[in-house]
């Protein structure tokens, strides 16, 4: 039998028995409450969504066995429109969508048929998603399922809406937003291809002008205006005349068919290249007339069309003239001490090339140190007419360039050439159904108020009672709330919950998922009439408020179903742990915060919030385009579930994004497969009732390893922790074994309970599997390892942890030679010079400075090599070397495979000097020839 038919029969075999094992009601335990960002079910999990999963999994088996009641729910996203879309799409017949179906993942052709029904589609993946969520061992209560379609849901979500527009956080307004042309209604991250969320930037805009026409030119820099030599347009796009307002203004068409979403455009028709180039415009603020010249560099589609050339400040518009054939005008506008001479030339020469991309961050440096760092010419007054000379005297020359950027935008304002538009400065992005998204002002569009000042100041305050693993995303957070906007928060087309006062629009998303987590406490118990869910309802469950007597009358549902539900809620909420993808930081995380204390205060915010990085496979980000996506279910039908729970745990720490490897998947497989053939042999071996040095050095490496384990659990280091667990622990065993033919009875059972309990979280089925075969229970339910469950002798494990140590140095060395040994010399010190080193490590750990002596700082440089536990041990206990050698000598020279060893004191006149070595040992670091 392969290796993953073996562990897929597992699966297979104990996944039923853990469909009800893990359903739990409140108790006398100390709770504990897991959640995971629900999926969206519009395609089947994959190996990114498997690593979420997993690490709430282990940490919720964890905090199981540790012995708290432990709720992990799960439900399943049906709302907006990415379900919608990819009905329409294989309606409509889409090559890509139908292919990706079957062939990636595996949908039968004639099953696409009833997809065409976009609620079809949905149960469909759910069903699909929660049957891997099974295979691969979930610890989830299940009758806790639900889904955001779900009539009683809505009403939850509509006694939300209700809440936060009484508290003036939902409010209708025209902004700024992205939107899907073809679907006719506003976009968020879940509605795009890649699940990208449009970033919108406000762009300014220069008006230049001759006597017919404005050309408005879109710049993140108009400071620079002043070094403005010409407009570049480009030769191969096609320019159109506009009127806006009273004025007619130049563009491409491309950029008339954007900005006709954002401002009102008329289109006049088309003007001619020829035309285009006998034109000359006016700086607004120099009133120099310039050229409008061809050049391939200018993108139609982004902004107007046209771009203003400054060669002295821009490499690529300088380079761009160079190419052309035209010796470019440099103007110095602005100065820095990191640039000598003409900024845009001394960038060009440092970067040693003139390609666009690898100028890039050179570009992108020139931008901040100008901004940040730089001045304005101290005789730009030269450049302007008389009635402004004054004004550029006073307000920009000399003056930092983020003042003066500002100053120069007022004065653009009172002269009538400046206006904005907004573009999608992360873009091109795509909406589900294939159309690009374009900036839109919506008029009435209902929005969240995230940029309430109240609201966002509480929400980056409430951050500070929030633990955050790791605690390098804090910031990333506190940028993100800090930054949020409004954020349009209906749509008028998919599926959802539809807004309490409007029921031709549905809430998004984003914003139907943001308290759900409270659903998770109640879904079991709430009556199946949606109707009897009104706002008191929920006032008098979820808030305390209301009189239940009263409430129970109007709404016809026993008192007691009242209090019980409102019993259960108080019980589990708020949250304990919260786990997300690091995407979820730029929206989800934030909504949940703001959310949660809009509607409940501080009182509920999550305990703590867990964030993971992402999963790559083949070195890429998952996509579609790199033909790399993964499903988790044939990740899980390839290697097993087992192998793949902890592929994706032992490869990178929680922080770092992990490359899925089928090597390193496989290793774990036959790791695995190693320990469980282990246990089974040596549950039936022969044993000894007594008790040796050996058998309480055994037990006490396990009491610090099983400690270790424990802290680095708390603290979610899996990686670390499942390393000790599936590799070292097994070569321990090997060792013990070694050192004891006939091992104790007591300890070896013990040691092999402990070791499938500490399996148990990270590989459920196997382990299940183990301990069924020792006993009735399940290991799910049973009480992770203590240490004080194994005998402590510092004294003992000391002695053979140095020889532990001698013999991977010896090994080490061995290596580095390249060379087996025959015979192995020590030279040890005495006793008494143990003293030395403890001064050493106690200096060390206390940062203190050591007292002049070479022997000393001879110590101090080699610690490294001493391993801690011994160097704690040592501050406790003496050792003697030497009789410790000699007291293992026979298993030294089992172990290390040579024929001979001698040992002698460094200090011994009679001893000889072989190789010149004797003279150098240290305590605890004997010297040592190999022959």
């Given at each position: 039998?392969?290796?993953?038919?073996?562990?897929?029969?597992?699966?297979?075999?104990?996944?039923?028995?853990?469909?009800?094992?893990?359903?739990?009601?409140?108790?006398?335990?100390?709770?504990?409450?897991?959640?995971?960002?629900?999926?969206?079910?519009?395609?089947?999990?994959?190996?990114?969504?498997?690593?979420?999963?997993?690490?709430?999994?282990?940490?919720?088996?964890?905090?199981?066995?540790?012995?708290?009641?432990?709720?992990?729910?799960?439900?399943?996203?049906?709302?907006?429109?990415?379900?919608?879309?990819?009905?329409?799409?294989?309606?409509?017949?889409?090559?890509?969508?139908?292919?990706?179906?079957?062939?990636?993942?595996?949908?039968?052709?004639?099953?696409?048929?009833?997809?065409?029904?976009?609620?079809?589609?949905?149960?469909?993946?759910?069903?699909?998603?929660?049957?891997?969520?099974?295979?691969?061992?979930?610890?989830?209560?299940?009758?806790?399922?639900?889904?955001?379609?779900?009539?009683?849901?809505?009403?939850?979500?509509?006694?939300?809406?209700?809440?936060?527009?009484?508290?003036?956080?939902?409010?209708?307004?025209?902004?700024?937003?992205?939107?899907?042309?073809?679907?006719?209604?506003?976009?968020?991250?879940?509605?795009?291809?890649?699940?990208?969320?449009?970033?919108?930037?406000?762009?300014?805009?220069?008006?230049?002008?001759?006597?017919?026409?404005?050309?408005?030119?879109?710049?993140?820099?108009?400071?620079?205006?002043?070094?403005?030599?010409?407009?570049?347009?480009?030769?191969?796009?096609?320019?159109?005349?506009?009127?806006?307002?009273?004025?007619?203004?130049?563009?491409?068409?491309?950029?008339?068919?954007?900005?006709?979403?954002?401002?009102?455009?008329?289109?006049?028709?088309?003007?001619?290249?020829?035309?285009?180039?006998?034109?000359?415009?006016?700086?607004?603020?120099?009133?120099?007339?310039?050229?409008?010249?061809?050049?391939?560099?200018?993108?139609?589609?982004?902004?107007?069309?046209?771009?203003?050339?400054?060669?002295?400040?821009?490499?690529?518009?300088?380079?761009?003239?160079?190419?052309?054939?035209?010796?470019?005008?440099?103007?110095?506008?602005?100065?820095?001490?990191?640039?000598?001479?003409?900024?845009?030339?001394?960038?060009?020469?440092?970067?040693?090339?003139?390609?666009?991309?690898?100028?890039?961050?050179?570009?992108?440096?020139?931008?901040?140190?100008?901004?940040?760092?730089?001045?304005?010419?101290?005789?730009?007054?030269?450049?302007?007419?008389?009635?402004?000379?004054?004004?550029?005297?006073?307000?920009?020359?000399?003056?930092?360039?983020?003042?003066?950027?500002?100053?120069?935008?007022?004065?653009?304002?009172?002269?009538?050439?400046?206006?904005?538009?907004?573009?999608?400065?992360?873009?091109?992005?795509?909406?589900?159904?294939?159309?690009?998204?374009?900036?839109?002002?919506?008029?009435?569009?209902?929005?969240?108020?995230?940029?309430?000042?109240?609201?966002?100041?509480?929400?980056?305050?409430?951050?500070?009672?929030?633990?955050?693993?790791?605690?390098?995303?804090?910031?990333?957070?506190?940028?993100?709330?800090?930054s949020l906007n409004k954020r349009a928060c209906s749509r008028?087309?998919?599926?959802?919950?539809?807004?309490?006062?409007?029921?031709?629009?549905?809430?998004?998303?984003?914003?139907?998922?943001?308290?759900?987590?409270?659903?998770?406490?109640?879904?079991?118990?709430?009556?199946?009439?949606?109707?009897?869910?009104?706002?008191?309802?929920?006032?008098?469950?979820?808030?305390?408020?209301?009189?239940?007597?009263?409430?129970?009358?109007?709404?016809?549902?026993?008192?007691?179903?009242?209090?019980?539900?409102?019993?259960?809620?108080?019980?589990?909420?708020?949250?304990?742990?919260?786990?997300?993808?690091?995407?979820?930081?730029?929206?989800?995380?934030?909504?949940?915060?703001?959310?949660?204390?809009?509607?409940?205060?501080?009182?509920?915010?999550?305990?703590?919030?867990?964030?993971?990085?992402?999963?790559?496979?083949?070195?890429?980000?998952?996509?579609?385009?790199?033909?790399?996506?993964?499903?988790?279910?044939?990740?899980?039908?390839?290697?097993?579930?087992?192998?793949?729970?902890?592929?994706?745990?032992?490869?990178?720490?929680?922080?770092?994004?992990?490359?899925?490897?089928?090597?390193?998947?496989?290793?774990?497989?036959?790791?695995?497969?190693?320990?469980?053939?282990?246990?089974?042999?040596?549950?039936?071996?022969?044993?000894?009732?007594?008790?040796?040095?050996?058998?309480?050095?055994?037990?006490?490496?396990?009491?610090?390893?099983?400690?270790?384990?424990?802290?680095?659990?708390?603290?979610?280091?899996?990686?670390?922790?499942?390393?000790?667990?599936?590799?070292?622990?097994?070569?321990?065993?090997?060792?013990?074994?070694?050192?004891?033919?006939?091992?104790?009875?007591?300890?070896?059972?013990?040691?092999?309970?402990?070791?499938?309990?500490?399996?148990?979280?990270?590989?459920?089925?196997?382990?299940?599997?183990?301990?069924?075969?020792?006993?009735?229970?399940?290991?799910?339910?049973?009480s992770f390892p203590n240490a004080s469950d194994f005998q402590?002798?510092?004294?003992?494990?000391?002695?053979?942890?140095?020889?532990?140590?001698?013999?991977?140095?010896?090994?080490?060395?061995?290596?580095?030679?390249?060379?087996?040994?025959?015979?192995?010399?020590?030279?040890?010190?005495?006793?008494?010079?143990?003293?030395?080193?403890?001064?050493?490590?106690?200096?060390?750990?206390?940062?203190?400075?050591?007292?002049?002596?070479?022997?000393?700082?001879?110590?101090?440089?080699?610690?490294?090599?001493?391993?801690?536990?011994?160097?704690?041990?040592?501050?406790?206990?003496?050792?003697?070397?030497?009789?410790?050698?000699?007291?293992?000598?026979?298993?030294?020279?089992?172990?290390?495979?040579?024929?001979?060893?001698?040992?002698?004191?460094?200090?011994?006149?009679?001893?000889?000097?072989i190789k010149g070595k004797k003279g150098i040992a240290l305590?605890?670091?004997?010297?040592?020839?190999?022959?």
């Amino acid at each position: 039998m392969s290796n993953e038919q073996f562990f897929n029969k597992l699966a297979e075999k104990w996944s039923k028995d853990f469909c009800n094992l893990f359903n739990v009601d409140p108790n006398e335990k100390p709770k504990f409450f897991i959640t995971v960002a629900f999926p969206y079910t519009n395609s089947p999990f994959h190996i990114g969504h498997g690593r979420t999963y997993v690490t709430a999994d282990i940490y919720a088996r964890y905090m199981r066995m540790k012995g708290h009641n432990v709720l992990f729910p799960l439900a399943f996203q049906f709302t907006g429109t990415p379900i919608l879309s990819m009905s329409e799409a294989i309606k409509r017949g889409d090559k890509d969508i139908i292919s990706e179906f079957i062939d990636i993942y595996g949908i039968p052709r004639e099953k696409l048929e009833e997809f065409t029904d976009p609620l079809k589609l949905a149960e469909y993946f759910k069903n699909e998603m929660e049957n891997t969520a099974k295979k691969l061992g979930l610890s989830i209560d299940w009758r806790r399922e639900f889904t955001t379609v779900d009539k009683r849901f809505e009403k939850f979500i509509q006694w939300q809406f209700r809440k936060l527009k009484d508290k003036g956080y939902v409010s209708q307004s025209t902004e700024a937003v992205g939107f899907c042309p073809n679907d006719n209604f506003p976009v968020g991250m879940h509605d795009t291809k890649g699940d990208i969320e449009p970033e919108i930037v406000k762009q300014n805009v220069i008006l230049f002008e001759n006597n017919d026409y404005l050309f408005p030119v879109v710049t993140p820099r108009p400071e620079t205006i002043f070094g403005a030599t010409a407009l570049m347009i480009n030769p191969k796009a096609t320019y159109i005349i506009v009127k806006k307002d009273s004025k007619k203004w130049i563009l491409t068409d491309k950029a008339f068919s954007k900005l006709s979403y954002q401002m009102n455009l008329e289109k006049i028709g088309e003007i001619k290249l020829e035309d285009l180039l006998k034109i000359k415009v006016i700086n607004p603020l120099t009133g120099e007339k310039l050229d409008i010249i061809p050049n391939k560099i200018v993108e139609p589609d982004v902004g107007t069309g046209i771009v203003m050339a400054v060669p002295s400040h821009e490499p690529l518009h300088y380079l761009a003239l160079i190419e052309s054939g035209i010796k470019p005008e440099l103007k110095r506008i602005i100065y820095t001490s990191e640039y000598e001479d003409i900024p845009s030339v001394e960038v060009v020469s440092i970067a040693g090339t003139k390609t666009p991309a690898e100028l890039k961050d050179y570009i992108e440096s020139l931008y901040k140190i100008e901004y940040y760092k730089g001045y304005m010419a101290n005789d730009l007054e030269n450049l302007v007419p008389d009635f402004m000379k004054q004004y550029i005297k006073d307000e920009i020359n000399g003056k930092p360039v983020k003042d003066a950027r500002e100053k120069i935008i007022e004065l653009l304002k009172k002269l009538g050439h400046y206006d904005n538009i907004y573009e999608i400065s992360n873009g091109p992005i795509y909406c589900r159904c294939g159309t690009e998204i374009v900036v839109k002002m919506m008029q009435n569009q209902l929005f969240i108020n995230y940029d309430d000042p109240n609201w966002k100041s509480l929400t980056l305050k409430s951050l500070d009672k929030i633990k955050i693993i790791p605690e390098d995303e804090r910031k990333d957070l506190e940028k993100v709330i800090f930054s949020l906007n409004k954020r349009a928060c209906s749509r008028s087309r998919g599926l959802g919950a539809r807004l309490p006062w409007d029921n031709s629009q549905i809430v998004d998303s984003l914003s139907d998922s943001t308290i759900y987590t409270v659903f998770y406490t109640i879904a079991h118990k709430l009556p199946q009439d949606p109707e009897k869910l009104q706002d008191v309802f929920w006032n008098y469950v979820l808030l305390g408020e209301g009189d239940v007597n009263k409430i129970s009358e109007e709404l016809q549902l026993d008192k007691k179903i009242l209090e019980d539900i409102k019993s259960e809620f108080e019980y589990w909420y708020p949250v304990d742990s919260r786990h997300s993808g690091r995407d979820l930081i730029r929206n989800h995380l934030p909504f949940y915060l703001y959310n949660h204390l809009a509607i409940f205060g501080e009182k509920y915010l999550p305990r703590s919030i867990i964030i993971n990085g992402f999963v790559r496979v083949g070195g890429k980000k998952m996509s579609k385009s790199f033909g790399n996506v993964y499903p988790l279910f044939k990740a899980i039908n390839e290697f097993g579930a087992d192998p793949i729970r902890l592929a994706l745990t032992v490869s990178s720490e929680i922080s770092e994004d992990t490359d899925f490897s089928s090597y390193i998947t496989n290793s774990i497989s036959n790791q695995l497969k190693r320990i469980y053939d282990t246990i089974m042999f040596f549950s039936k071996m022969e044993v000894s009732n007594d008790i040796k040095d050996e058998d309480i050095w055994f037990s006490s490496i396990l009491h610090y390893k099983i400690k270790e384990i424990s802290s680095l659990m708390d603290n979610l280091e899996f990686r670390k922790a499942y390393n000790i667990i599936l590799y070292e622990f097994y070569e321990l065993l090997k060792e013990y074994l070694e050192f004891r033919k006939n091992p104790n009875k007591d300890i070896l059972n013990k040691f092999i309970d402990s070791w499938i309990k500490l399996l148990s979280p990270g590989a459920p089925f196997i382990s299940e599997e183990l301990w069924h075969s020792r006993y009735s229970t399940f290991v799910s339910k049973e009480s992770f390892p203590n240490a004080s469950d194994f005998q402590l002798d510092k004294k003992i494990l000391m002695s053979m942890e140095y020889i532990r140590y001698l013999i991977d140095y010896i090994n080490k060395m061995e290596s580095i030679l390249n060379k087996k040994s025959e015979k192995i010399i020590f030279y040890v010190t005495r006793p008494e010079k143990i003293g030395y080193i403890r001064d050493v490590i106690n200096a060390v750990r206390a940062h203190k400075e050591l007292p002049e002596s070479d022997y000393l700082i001879r110590i101090r440089n080699n610690l490294q090599q001493i391993p801690d536990l011994i160097k704690d041990l040592i501050l406790e206990y003496d050792l003697d070397e030497f009789n410790t050698i000699v007291g293992n000598v026979n298993f030294l020279l089992n172990k290390l495979n040579v024929d001979e060893i001698r040992v002698y004191y460094s200090d011994d006149p009679e001893a000889p000097d072989i190789k010149g070595k004797k003279g150098i040992a240290l305590p605890l670091m004997p010297s040592i020839v190999i022959i």
